[in-house]
DNA sequence: GTTTTTCCCTATCGGGGTAATAGGGATTGA
DNA sequence: TCAATCCCTATTACCCCGATAGGGAAAAAC
């Protein structure tokens, strides 16, 4: 699971959206208060638009809202309107990969890993990261103290 | 997660040695079995050799096998091994990343997306791979048919 | 209706990785 | 000796990634 620079920002951008609740927010104070490459975050902003994530208001006054509420956006539908879909193979969709004779199974495991990812990535709403309350699953996953160290 | 297609080869042909048990197999057996471009798995089973994944053996009637039984190496050793880490942030570990503001909560997300990735990959041996018996927990994730349907 | 503010588009850049091939050198067992 | 096999070092083409530059278009404010 490589996420890349410009999806990490999407998601935090969107985040201090979310902590503006429904007002229309500039581009500079998000990309103010994470502290991010300013004109590299507004072609960003503008690929989460054209994915229907935020709604632009231009114009004096003007800046960005969440285009649904937060609890109705998951990370995951930001990495993919970004980064494309979630697991990949040798440039294909896990279900589509065909192998024979050893590695006849080999499809299993990686349509299993793709589902494993899912059910972090897409149950977990902006709504549930802003306030810290992540589902049951989720902060089992986390909570355990080896997932916090590398392999 | 992006499996690259150096990735995708070394467990196949990880699989088909271990389809050979303990014997010493030629890697052109290997590559042809599973229908692959010859001088790029060659660069591939030298960096598995260095991964002390596989162990070669020179001269005429010379080959690889694995360098441990089938049941102790999993697929995440293997893919580790060839694209580096499971998960990476920004190019970062999860676990390394530090976020401010709205975004704290955030990397407890990308700590619990890798947890669920190991729960798969490093709980799947070649061994359950080739005999197509899976753990459990994988199975069941497998199962499921809409983790069959792309997203 | 002008001004100001903000979003928005296109182009460009360097660097680095990916997939793959070429060609031959080093080793070892037969 | 000899032949098979692994092994090493380029080199290629290509594309993506992160980031910046510079200005054009829209729309609200006044
Ligand atoms: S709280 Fe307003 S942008 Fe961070
Ligand atoms: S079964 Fe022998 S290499 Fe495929």
Chains 1, 2 share one sequence.
């Not at 632009?56 to 937060?70: E, K, Q, W």
């Not at 993919?80 to 499809?107: F, K, M, Q, S, W």
């Not at 299993?112 to 972090?120: E, H, S, Y």
């Amino acid at each position: 699971m490589q996420i890349s620079a410009k999806a990490d920002y999407a998601v935090r951008v969107m985040l201090e959206l979310a902590a503006h609740g429904p007002d229309v927010v500039k581009s500079t104070i998000l990309i103010d208060h994470q502290d991010l490459p300013r004109k590299f975050v507004e072609t960003i902003l503008v690929d989460l638009r054209r994915a229907d994530l935020v709604r632009s208001h231009r114009g004096a006054d003007g800046g960005y809202t969440l285009a649904r509420p937060a609890s109705a956006i998951s990370i995951g539908q930001i990495v993919r309107a970004i980064d494309g879909p979630l697991a990949e193979v040798r440039g294909l969709r896990p279900h589509e990969c065909e192998y024979t004779n050893a590695a006849e199974h080999l499809a299993e495991v990686w349509v299993a890993a793709r589902a494993a990812l899912r059910k972090v990535l897409d149950e977990t709403s902006l709504a549930h990261v802003l306030n810290g309350k992540l589902p049951v699953h989720v902060r089992r996953m986390a909570g355990s103290p080896e997932a916090w160290l590398p392999r």
